[in-house]
């Protein structure tokens, strides 16, 4: 009897530690993730949607390329060597595309070096664009296009001697005057002119001079002078063709104004699809980073 029990049941001695064993297992196997797919699947749709939305804003990146390329150059703008910048921002715009597009494969992938790789071009196009707008102390005199470095242009005597050469030789004065031939004084005060017909091709509106014909005015002795707001370009004013009002300071403002509005342009552009790239990429990132969460 003694032997029976010390020798006691082995079945059950070797049962008992395998439950305990078996049970402990089951305890350490972690939950499964709750995962509805109806949410699922509307971030996925989510995702898919801004992943177009992203490629079609880059769109209009790439047909600036082609009008910016495409783009006839104003009128003696090579003087100031200008070409050459709206190549290099056509360059630039190629890159910025396909760096925007090539983060909407990467994104699956490489989250983190898809949005930082996508935000430093966007980042120097949205500060390029501010600067041609004249945003604050975002330009400065040597950034080429922008409103300070056009003023700075301005007063440079001797590039002004070669433009108003430069604007002499494309005729638009002459052209002026040709096309105004018939006209009365009324119909020519009516009629549109350029910025630069009006600062290079007739004098300044408050002149004591009257009207002739486009290009050739003479003194107004009936019309009274306040030597206070006296505009010192009607003294500058020749009836010469050669001359007219091509060293006045409206001829080079009307100028430069024509000039720079092609960059203001071009500003605007520049900052206006910066934001929407990066709204639409940071969103891109975001709806990704909970994609990820939830799958």
Same mark, same amino acid.
């Given at each position: 009897?003694?032997?029976?029990? %010390?020798?006691?049941?082995?079945?059950?001695?070797?049962? /008992?530690?395998?439950?305990?064993?078996?049970?402990?297992?089951?305890?350490?196997?972690?939950?499964?993730?709750?995962?509805? $797919?109806?949410?699922?699947?509307?971030?996925?749709? /989510?995702?898919?949607?801004?992943?177009?939305?992203?490629?079609?804003?880059?769109? *209009?990146?790439?047909?600036?390329?082609?009008?910016?390329?495409?783009?006839?150059?104003?009128?003696?703008?090579?003087?100031?060597?200008? $070409?050459?910048?709206?190549?290099?921002? +056509?360059?630039?715009?190629?890159?910025?595309?396909?760096?925007?597009?090539?983060?909407?494969?990467?994104?699956?992938?490489?989250?983190?070096?898809?949005?930082?790789? /996508?935000?430093? *071009?966007?980042?120097?196009?949205?500060?390029?664009?501010?600067?041609?707008? =004249?945003?604050?102390?975002?330009?400065?005199?040597?950034?080429?296009?922008?409103?300070?470095?056009?003023?700075?242009?301005?007063?440079?005597?001797?590039?002004?001697?070669?433009?108003?050469?430069?604007?002499?030789?494309?005729?638009?004065?002459?052209?002026?005057?040709?096309?105004?031939?018939? @006209?009365?004084?009324?119909?020519?005060?009516?009629?549109?002119?350029s910025s630069v017909e009006s600062g290079c091709c007739r004098? $300044?509106?408050?002149?004591? @001079?009257?009207?002739?014909? %486009?290009?050739?005015?003479?003194?107004?002795?009936?019309?009274?002078?306040?030597?206070?707001?006296?505009?010192?370009?009607?003294?500058?004013?020749?009836?010469?063709?050669?001359?007219?009002?091509?060293?006045?300071?409206?001829?080079?403002?009307?100028?430069?104004?024509?000039?720079?509005?092609?960059?203001?342009?071009? =500003?605007?552009?520049?900052?206006?699809? %910066? @934001?929407?790239?990066? +709204?639409?990429?940071?969103?891109?990132?975001?709806?990704?980073?909970?994609?990820?969460?939830?799958?």
């Open positions: 009897m003694a032997d029976d029990k %010390a020798d006691g049941n082995p079945a059950e001695e070797v049962q /008992v530690p395998i439950i305990e064993e078996n049970e402990h297992k089951q305890a350490e196997v972690p939950p499964k993730k709750n995962i509805i $797919p109806g949410k699922f699947f509307q971030v996925k749709r /989510v995702s898919g949607l801004l992943s177009v939305v992203s490629f079609v804003f880059s769109l *209009p990146v790439l047909s600036s390329v082609i009008w910016l390329l495409y783009m006839k150059s104003y009128d003696c703008e090579w003087l100031f060597k200008l $070409p050459s910048l709206q190549t290099g921002i +056509s360059i630039g715009l190629i890159c910025v595309f396909f760096i925007c597009n090539a983060a909407l494969f990467l994104r699956a992938r490489m989250q983190m070096v898809g949005i930082v790789v /996508v935000m430093v *071009p966007l980042t120097v196009m949205f500060t390029i664009g501010l600067a041609f707008l =004249g945003a604050n102390s975002m330009e400065n005199r040597r950034i080429p296009a922008t409103p300070l470095w056009f003023e700075m242009k301005i007063h440079d005597n001797e590039l002004w001697n070669n433009i108003k050469e430069c604007i002499y030789d494309t005729g638009v004065c002459r052209d002026l005057a040709l096309t105004s031939t018939k @006209l009365k004084s009324y119909d020519f005060s009516m009629k549109k002119l004098p $300044p509106a408050d002149c004591p @001079l009257q009207y002739v014909n %486009a290009t050739f005015w003479e003194k107004n002795d009936q019309m009274q002078i306040d030597s206070d707001t006296y505009n010192p370009d009607c003294d500058l004013w020749k009836n010469d063709r050669d001359a007219l009002c091509y060293d006045c300071l409206t001829c080079r403002q009307g100028y430069m104004k024509a000039l720079r509005s092609k960059w203001l342009k071009l =500003g605007v552009f520049l900052v206006c699809m %910066a @934001l929407l790239l990066i +709204s639409s990429h940071l969103s891109l990132f975001l709806v990704t980073m909970w994609e990820l969460h939830i799958s």
